[in-house]
């Protein structure tokens, strides 16, 4: 089975800080994303990779960055947390093609 | 704005009924459609994926693609009440990176 592990189920951080939410994948899948959501408003796409450095902007970057060093491993980053970037943020993977993704568990952050 | 829309429900059925889920996308370019499943709280699953027009049966879900109409649907016989759960209609758009829309779900509710 496909497993897709983030490194926090709660996480809660005061307004200003840099957050790290880190995402591992162990099936060697090319494709990795971050995506938040909340209620009303669904799964948005935060940022994608395709492959080691290599990173798209989804529909809502503003705010956050990402670091891909190594294939199994999808960081991102929240420069200095806003309270409107209180949500749950979801990790997954895919191979190529038109392969389905897979989700790590969810980051349910709160920012203070 | 490729964009994937659902209705959001709540969608009510008795136990052992058919439930009727569907989903429509605004890109004819589309190349793969899923349906996954979310129990509140949970992290989205996959539970059907579909390529070509037509019907695919798994059990009790058969999902549905008709590409001219940009339509997909999703069926759930014989409903349980495990079954409660939001379902995710998700489109893959092709191109050469891969890239996954999600709608914002329709809200089953399985009444025993």
């Known amino acids: 089975d496909v497993k897709v592990t983030q490194s926090s189920r709660y996480l809660v951080k005061r307004t200003g800080e840099k957050v790290f939410l880190e995402c591992v994948q162990d099936m060697d899948h090319e494709n990795m994303f971050w995506y938040r959501q909340d209620p009303g408003l669904g799964l948005r796409l935060i940022y994608f990779s395709y492959d080691v450095k290599m990173k798209e902007k989804g529909d809502i970057p503003e705010g956050y960055s990402v670091s891909r060093e190594k294939k199994e491993r999808f960081s991102l980053i929240l420069e200095s947390a806003s309270t409107n970037q209180t949500s749950m943020y979801l990790c997954?993977?895919?191979?190529?093609?038109?392969?389905?993704?897979?989700f790590g568990q969810g980051t349910r952050l709160t920012v203070v | 704005q490729k964009e994937v829309e659902q209705n959001s429900g709540p969608l009510s059925v008795p136990e052992g009924a058919i439930a009727s889920l569907n989903c429509t996308y605004s890109?004819?370019?589309?190349?793969?459609f899923f349906w996954y499943r979310q129990y509140s709280g949970k992290s989205p699953e996959l539970i059907m994926s579909i390529y070509s027009n037509g019907d695919k049966e798994d059990g009790r879900f058969t999902a549905q693609l008709n590409k001219a109409s940009q339509y997909v649907s999703l069926l759930i016989r014989d409903s349980q009440p495990s079954d409660s759960a939001t379902y995710l209609c998700a489109v893959n758009s092709g191109g050469s990176n891969y890239k996954l829309t999600f709608g914002k779900g329709t809200l089953l509710t399985v009444n025993p």
């Open positions: 997954a993977s895919s191979p190529p093609a038109r392969e389905s993704a897979f």
């Open positions: 890109d004819r370019g589309s190349q793969s």
